[in-house]
């Protein structure tokens, strides 16, 4: 079966209820992550990106089973995890790894590089004790990191080292799946060259699967395969990353992209920018149809009454407009 | 005349584990109109550089060692605290990175839009208000009646840091010093407050002096770019010539270090090993150990920020000699 996609996300829902006053009282519900359908095929890197809020971070969540589903299955490799028990989940749970956008916060400042590193192989018993410090090691070496550092603190080393021995963490159980959420956002460029460089490589060394969630699209465009758009909890446009990047057909990804401001003067003076006016729409209250339209330069009346589904978009390509057709090419 | 212009500006931070020199020597000017853009990395110090001219360095540690910087024949660093109020916050104001920790949650932000006004302009609060208000309007708030009434959270990010700009322009300075006002927010916002920005600087024609590490906001706003590293410019042109010629090695790399720039799945080029501390003398080039065109003397001979051709300066001794 080395077709099936290893992580398979079916039609999932992620509802907040909005509760208030003395009785919390129900007053409505945060649609965060909305009717999202996605796979990762094996040895792939799927790159999601979109604005705060869009809830990239949320389904980053929901798959990784750390907020409840409200609808929806999330299936890895044949196991539906939405419905799993808690002692499945954790056997789950090893095959799925995340790394979290700032290094600061996602360690324990208490605990040297071994302890955390160790922790994971001895809560899922993976390897003997006494090969532990074996094992750290050559986790260590994977990453980057001298292994003389062992016995260091957090605080000890620079973001992009510290976001390293993240990364060594979310390998330290062999996982299938990798789910990074803006692994590189709080780092100097230089150092954010490295992190992607090491990230890559660990996924085609070991033929990782790796979910990568970020607001940068160059970024995105250079480390992934194929790139999801969201926005207000739902899917945009789905593709090759650079195709969609270098040719958006979304009218929210040709604003996405417009947006992206280029290292190259002349052609940065000479492009015309979509600037869209004012900020995304509550998820407390999404507008009808597609959630875009009250921004979207195209929009006409057929965008008001439904949402739209992904309509096929050239090859390998899918992206929610009804107006495609019309638009006409960016 | 250039409007602000600084001369060997030097600042240390005084800690139990020695002096550390984030600025360490830097001069530059800014005309009157035009926007400066000062790109580098974390630690290098393009926000302390800013934080001395607006005293807004916390002495102690800080410690502003030596140098000038003369705004309209006043030296800012060496004038009486009275004197330097007159100017900082109402003929040069600033704009910070996070727009939720530099408004304050307590207050509405009707109360921190008069404030400047307040204190340096003899105007009643309802004329205060009133301005206030026409400045809402003019960064873009919608509803701006109903909206100034309203505390900092009830504001979303980039409407928080429309917010700040409305403060800082409200007393219409001739200089503003914008320290990475888009790193925090989405890039749709961040191209709504750069146009925002821009239409601001044509319409009082201010000198901006916009501090970034995003090479690619420099490209489209800045009229010239210096490159800080390890506390010193090591680069300084036009913009143009900053893209299209960069002589100094770290220009270089830092270009090259963009993924935009490089074709798809390669290997990013990445700079090696890591900034230098600051607290150790540095005789030579800061950026010698990691650079790849270094030799000997680099190591050993202190590199001047030198001009090669007009406008355009750079401190690497090789491409000085023409080696590089």
Same mark, same amino acid.
């Given at each position: ?6 992580? +398979? ?7 907040? *209820?909005?509760?208030?006053?003395? &009785? ?14 996605? %796979? ?13 809020? !869009? @809830? ?11 907020? *409840? ?14 419905? @799993?028990?808690?002692?499945?989940? #954790?056997?789950?749970? /090893? ?18 590089? &071994? ?73 100097d460029v ?13 996924? #085609? ?13 160059s ?13 207000? @909890? ?24 417009s947006a992206i401001p280029t290292p190259d003067p002349d052609a940065e003076r000479a492009r015309?920018r979509?600037v ?21 330069? &195209? ?11 992904? &309509? ?19 | 005349?250039p409007l602000l212009t600084v ?19 830097v001069s530059f000017a800014v005309e009157r109109g035009e926007t400066l853009g000062i790109v580098g990395e974390s630690?290098s110090g393009k926000s302390v550089t800013c934080?001395?001219l607006m @005293? ?23 004038? *009486?605290?009275?004197?330097? /109020? ?6 040069i104001a600033m704009v910070f990175q ?23 302009? %003899?105007?009643? /609060? ?7 208000? +026409? ?24 409407? #928080?840091q429309?917010?700040?700009i409305?403060?800082a322009l409200?007393?219409?300075p001739e200089l503003l010093i914008a320290d990475e006002p888009t790193t925090a927010l989405?890039v749709?916002v961040q191209a709504q407050i750069l146009e925002l920005i821009r239409t601001m600087q044509r319409e009082l024609n201010m000198g901006v002096i916009f501090i970034t590490h995003d090479l690619g906001v420099v490209s489209g706003l800045c009229d010239r770019v210096q490159v800080m590293y390890?506390?010193r410019i090591v680069e300084t042109a036009d913009t143009r010539t900053l893209f299209y010629a960069p002589r100094h090695?770290y220009t270089r790399a830092l270009q090259?270090s963009i993924?935009a720039l490089?074709?798809?799945?390669? +290997? ?14 540095? *005789?030579? $080039?800061?950026?010698?150990?990691? $650079? ?5 003397? !680099? ?6 920020l030198?001009e090669?051709a007009p406008g355009h300066a750079h401190a ?9």
């Amino acid at each position: 079966m080395a077709d099936r996609p290893i992580l +398979e996300i079916n039609d999932v829902k992620t509802h907040f *209820p909005v509760r208030e006053g003395f &009785f919390k009282r129900h007053v409505g519900t945060v649609k965060a992550v909305d009717g999202v359908t996605l %796979s990762v095929a094996r040895g792939e890197v799927l790159g999601l990106v979109g604005e705060s809020g !869009c @809830g990239k971070s949320t389904l980053a969540r929901t798959i990784m089973q750390l907020v *409840p589903t409200t609808a929806g299955t999330v299936v890895l490799e044949g196991r539906n995890l939405t419905s @799993g028990s808690a002692h499945a989940l #954790r056997d789950v749970r /090893r095959d799925l790894q995340m790394v979290f956008q700032d290094p600061y916060a996602s360690l324990n400042p208490r605990m040297t590089v &071994f302890a955390t590193l160790a922790e994971p192989l001895l809560v899922h018993g993976r390897c003997p004790k006494s090969e532990v410090t074996a094992r750290v090691a050559e986790l260590m070496n994977q990453v980057g990191l001298a292994p003389r550092f062992m016995q260091k603190y957090p605080h000890e080393f620079s973001g992009g080292q510290r976001q390293r021995i993240a990364i060594a963490r979310a390998l330290a159980l062999d996982p299938k799946v990798i789910i990074a959420d803006e692994p590189v956002s709080a780092l100097d460029v230089s150092i954010q060259a490295q992190i992607l460089n090491l990230l890559a490589q660990l996924c #085609r060394q070991r033929n990782l699967s790796m979910i990568f969630i970020a607001h940068d699209l160059s970024v995105v465009k250079h480390i992934s395969d194929r790139v999801a758009v969201m926005y207000l @909890g739902k899917i945009m446009e789905l593709g090759p990353a650079a195709d969609v990047i270098e040719r958006p057909q979304h009218p929210y990804t040709r604003a996405l992209v417009s947006a992206i401001p280029t290292p190259d003067p002349d052609a940065e003076r000479a492009r015309q920018r979509i600037v869209l006016a004012g900020d995304p729409p509550s998820p407390l209250n999404p507008p009808s149809g597609c959630p875009f339209h009250p921004r979207c330069p &195209f929009a006409a009346e057929k965008c008001k009454p439904a949402v739209p589904p992904l &309509f096929p978009a050239g090859p390998g390509r899918e992206a929610a407009c009804v107006r495609l057709d019309e638009i006409g090419e960016p | 005349m250039p409007l602000l212009t600084v001369t060997d500006l030097r600042t240390t931070f005084h800690t139990r584990t020695g002096v550390y020199r984030a600025v360490d020597g830097v001069s530059f000017a800014v005309e009157r109109g035009e926007t400066l853009g000062i790109v580098g990395e974390s630690g290098s110090g393009k926000s302390v550089t800013c934080y001395s001219l607006m @005293g807004l360095v916390p002495q102690p540690p800080g410690r502003i060692e030596s140098g000038t910087a003369l705004f309209d024949g006043i030296d800012l660093l060496h004038c *009486p605290p009275a004197q330097a /109020r007159t100017i900082r916050g109402k003929r040069i104001a600033m704009v910070f990175q996070d727009p939720m920790t530099s408004l304050n949650p307590y207050l509405r932000v009707s109360e921190q839009l008069i404030e400047p006004l307040r204190i340096h302009d %003899s105007i009643s /609060r309802k004329q205060a208000l009133a301005r206030a208000l +026409e400045m809402l309007e003019a960064v873009g708030i919608n509803d701006a009646a109903k909206r100034i009434h309203h505390y900092p959270h009830e504001f979303s990010g980039g409407m #928080r840091q429309r917010v700040m700009i409305a403060m800082a322009l409200i007393t219409k300075p001739e200089l503003l010093i914008a320290d990475e006002p888009t790193t925090a927010l989405d890039v749709t916002v961040q191209a709504q407050i750069l146009e925002l920005i821009r239409t601001m600087q044509r319409e009082l024609n201010m000198g901006v002096i916009f501090i970034t590490h995003d090479l690619g906001v420099v490209s489209g706003l800045c009229d010239r770019v210096q490159v800080m590293y390890a506390g010193r410019i090591v680069e300084t042109a036009d913009t143009r010539t900053l893209f299209y010629a960069p002589r100094h090695p770290y220009t270089r790399a830092l270009q090259r270090s963009i993924p935009a720039l490089q074709p798809k799945g390669a +290997e990013l080029y990445t700079i090696a090993g890591t900034p230098p501390d600051l607290s150790k003398p540095l *005789p030579g $080039c800061p950026f010698a150990p990691r $650079c790849e065109f270094a030799r000997e003397k !680099c190591v050993t001979t202190p590199a001047r920020l030198f001009e090669t051709a007009p406008g355009h300066a750079h401190a690497c001794l090789r491409a000085q000699l023409g080696e590089i």
